[in-house]
């Protein structure tokens, strides 16, 4: 018994210290106001004030997408301005991200209500950056569409 006891106790042990291990984020974050220029557009909405706009810079050798889900829509090439007016106009609270790796390459931005929360990750490995919205009204992450 006191074998089985001591087993079990290194086992819980080592999955408690390797699930407490830190991870290195994919990017740097740092609150910052969308560029005027030319992006590629992808919009999250669950409701007119859960909303989210993800602008990556195209053709700079990698990707930033947002997680696909029910509530994702990639809109394609677009200009900021309508969506920086109407987070201005239609969103209380909001913040506007700079999305950066961690030697300081720019690879986009996000727009983001305050109401919703977001993580990034990469996939595959240092190809491409993954946003993925969290909004508390579903429960955590969004409702996943089939791809």
Not at 130 to 147: N, Q, T
Request: proline fraction near 6%; charged fraction near 20%; glycine fraction near 6%.
């Amino acid at each position: 018994m006191a074998k089985r006891l001591n087993l079990l106790l290194v086992v819980a042990l080592t999955v408690i210290l390797v699930g407490c291990q830190y991870m290195t984020s994919p990017v740097m974050v740092k609150k910052e106001s969308v560029p005027d220029q030319t992006y590629d557009v992808t919009v999250y909405w669950s409701s007119p004030v859960s909303y989210a706009v993800l602008f990556d810079i195209p053709n700079d050798g990698k990707e930033v997408s947002m997680f696909y889900t029910y509530f994702t829509e990639r809109v394609g090439m677009d200009t900021p301005g309508e969506y920086v007016d109407r987070f201005k106009t239609q969103i209380r609270g909001y913040r506007s991200l700079q999305i950066s790796e961690p030697d300081g390459t720019v690879r986009g931005y996000l727009m983001i209500s305050n109401l919703l929360d977001y993580f990034f990750y990469e996939r595959p490995e240092g190809e491409r950056i993954i946003v993925s919205i969290v909004d508390p009204h579903l429960g955590g992450d969004a409702a996943r569409r089939s791809p």
